[in-house]
């Protein structure tokens, strides 16, 4: 059963990978030679392509929309935060803005960010309610 699965995923896999190379075969070939006067490629060469593209550009894996959230890894400053009462993070805004001042030096653009969103009272708090 698991042996079925695996190759039913593996030739989704190469449909999907051979169904790219020709997209990009034909956009290469439609556009390219028109824009920049280059010649046109093959199939094989369109394929080559991606790959050489996914090894220099690509990152370590083929993992997706997982990549973003860390593999599904709780957000623990997330739960720190949601366990503060309101003066600890006030407190804890105004440790971080006194430690990042000395490192941005590019103006207070940074700063300016984080006062509209964090703001100088305790009533501009972002509250719980808005991450729920």
Not at 26 to 38: E, T, V
Request: a positive charge; proline letters at 2%.
């Amino acid at each position: 059963m698991k042996t079925k699965h695996y190759l039913k995923h593996l030739l989704l896999g190469l449909v999907a990978i051979a169904g790219l190379s020709l997209i990009v075969m034909l956009l290469w070939n439609w556009l390219i030679p028109c824009i920049f006067g280059g010649t046109a490629i093959n199939y094989w060469q369109t394929l080559g392509l991606l790959v050489l593209s996914r090894i220099l550009l690509g990152g370590r894996g083929w993992h997706g929309r997982r990549h973003w959230n860390h593999g599904g890894q709780r957000n623990l400053i997330r739960e720190k935060w949601m366990q503060m009462s309101p003066e600890e993070r006030k407190e804890f805004i105004n440790q971080r803005r006194e430690h990042l001042k000395g490192h941005w030096h590019h103006g207070n653009r940074y700063f300016d960010h984080w006062n509209e969103f964090f703001g100088d009272s305790e009533s501009d708090l972002p509250s719980d309610k808005a991450h729920e």
